[in-house]
């Protein structure tokens, strides 16, 4: 498999640092603030012409500790510019608010996480913007049937919320930019091993909260861009929202962030030896993991991915019902059963249910869950699961 966690590994360890040479500490500081303290008027009134720029300003427009989580991410991405908001969620609906506008249409998967949907549906209908919804599998010919006059945003997720659905982001972006729309795309699960700005994607989201935080205790978004103009936009957006994110756990984000190389790289090979289990289980009727050979979407996955992330579905066979599903995850003692993923920990949980789909692509075949399978011994989580099987299939 191609891996660039090695690469990642070294950008890492020194990426956001203070320079090697000057006397101070190896980690840049935390920093708190409100208030920034100018020496004159000449300089209060300069800073006021900084806000496209990392200068200390006012809280709001961020700190050294903000500063160097941005440049952070904006590297693992490949962007030129990222801001760093309070919530993965945050990511989402900032830029859809940035770029969208009254009597705008914007295309959305059917796969795309569940609060995305309802901010498209709630918050953005009300301000007059219409959303569809799009099967994540189509064709560029197929999104271009779907393309009105009116059409700004192509949002794409790839792999897709839960069913891990793989998106063909430089066809469907060739299409959005024929037709001048901007394409987003929620880069949560390829974090570094998906390099958006080289397929096409115009702005990335990412939930700093899953891989790159890393432990479970922090809740945080980052929007990277790599344009000057799109950065004008975004940039403007968030600070005409009051938009702002702990430093605390922008200051945890950067230690996580020293580390996810090696994690990634334990929990990929895991998640692949965890999956490849299941996928033999005559219990299981597909598993939806894109790095598996002859997986769904693996093709696209193998073209446009360097590696993979620890966070796959699973489909049970259909003579097995929702209850058993649930009684599975039950049963399981390693896998706690919750939301969100990314964390050491391994998670389980099942999703038949628990998930809209509006443009026809929600049958799976079985009862579904998603795993998250975190820093354990990939041998322990097998046994667990045999465990968790047992439980499934009990009369
Ligand atoms: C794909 C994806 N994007 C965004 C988010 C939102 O992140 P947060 O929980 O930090 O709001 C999540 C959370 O589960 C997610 O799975």
Known sequence: MRNSTDRLATMLSHLARPAQDARCFVNPPLTRGSTVLYPDMAERRAAG???????????????????????????IEGGSRCQIVSTGLAAVTLPLLAFLKSGDHMLMPDSVYGPARGFAEGMLKKLGITTSFYDPAITAAGLAALMRPQTSVVYTESPGSHTFEMQDIPALAEVAHAHGAKVMLDNTWGIHFFQPFEHGVDISIQALTKYVGGHSDILLGAVTVNDDADWEVLRTAAGTLGQYASPDDCWLALRGARTLAVRLEHQMRAGIEVAQWLAGRPEVLSVLHPALPGAPGHDLWARDFSGACSLFGVVFQPRYSVEASHRFAEALTLFGIGASWGGYESLVLPTTGFITRTAGTGDFGGPTVRLHVGLENPADLIADLQAGLAALAAP
Do not use: C, S
């Open 49 to 75: 012409k900084q806000r496209l720029e990392q200068a200390l300003i006012y809280g709001t427009m961020g700190n050294p500790t903000h500063f160097a989580l941005e440049n952070l991410v904006a590297a």
